[in-house]
């Protein structure tokens, strides 16, 4: 199979550089998914920041996704689209279109399953691990909910919450398709670094 997919969500507020430099160091090391996850924007600010991801982007080939406004997803033309529990998945589907990559959060197997069943293409499931991004959060699932999750949905499942390369691989080993990071790379003054690290793990497990 090709290597795990990685995901990256931004969160410009607690990074350690200007978030183009995290995207560009993060794109140059390999990382081919960015979902723009600031939630405190509204539309019209997004929309010039979505603008400037797209264009690094552009130069990789990679996939970009937004988190939760998809108003702006549309203006701007992005392919991709992240949802939180309790959105219509189906209603904005049917708005956004069949070519829509569309994800949602979800933290037990109901919530993903429902996702699927209403047209989720994928799904991240979380926390895996505790996280400093969200102290207190969870309880973590551990890799044994992971795996009794991944057994019980039939899309994706990306791994969100603590993964960093010390356990990414063990998440696929689960049956993640992928693993999604945050406050690991966006706080580290070298995140070029993290994500090579990320992509060499997942790399070695992809058979």
Not at 30 to 38: A, F, N, P, S
Not at 41 to 55: D, G, H, K, Q, V
Not at 88 to 97: D, Q
Request: aromatic share 2%; proline share 6%; net charge negative.
């Amino acid at each position: 199979m090709a290597a795990p997919s990685l995901l990256l969500i931004t969160d410009r507020n607690n990074s350690a550089l200007s978030l183009d430099a995290v995207i560009l160091e993060a794109l140059e090391a390999g990382c081919r998914w960015i979902m723009v996850r600031e939630k405190d924007l509204a539309t019209a600010e997004l929309r010039p920041l979505l603008e400037s991801i797209a264009a690094l982007a552009a130069d990789f080939g990679a996939t970009v996704s937004v988190n939760g406004d998809y108003t702006a997803a549309s203006l701007c033309k992005i392919p991709g689209l992240h949802l939180p529990q309790g959105e219509p998945v189906a209603t904005i589907r049917r708005v956004m279109g069949a070519q829509t990559l569309i994800g949602v959060s979800a933290h037990s197997v109901i919530e993903a399953q429902t996702a699927i069943a209403e047209g989720a293409n994928y799904v991240t499931m979380s926390p895996i691990f505790p996280t400093d991004s969200k102290p207190g959060y969870g309880p973590a699932l551990g890799l044994e909910g992971l795996a009794a999750m991944t057994q019980a949905v039939s899309a994706p499942v990306l791994a969100l919450g603590g993964v960093s390369p010390a356990n990414a691989a063990d998440c696929v080993r689960a049956g993640a398709a992928g693993v999604a990071v945050m406050g690991s790379v966006m706080r580290s003054p070298t995140p070029g670094a993290v994500i090579r690290d990320l992509v060499a793990t997942l790399s070695s497990v992809a058979t």
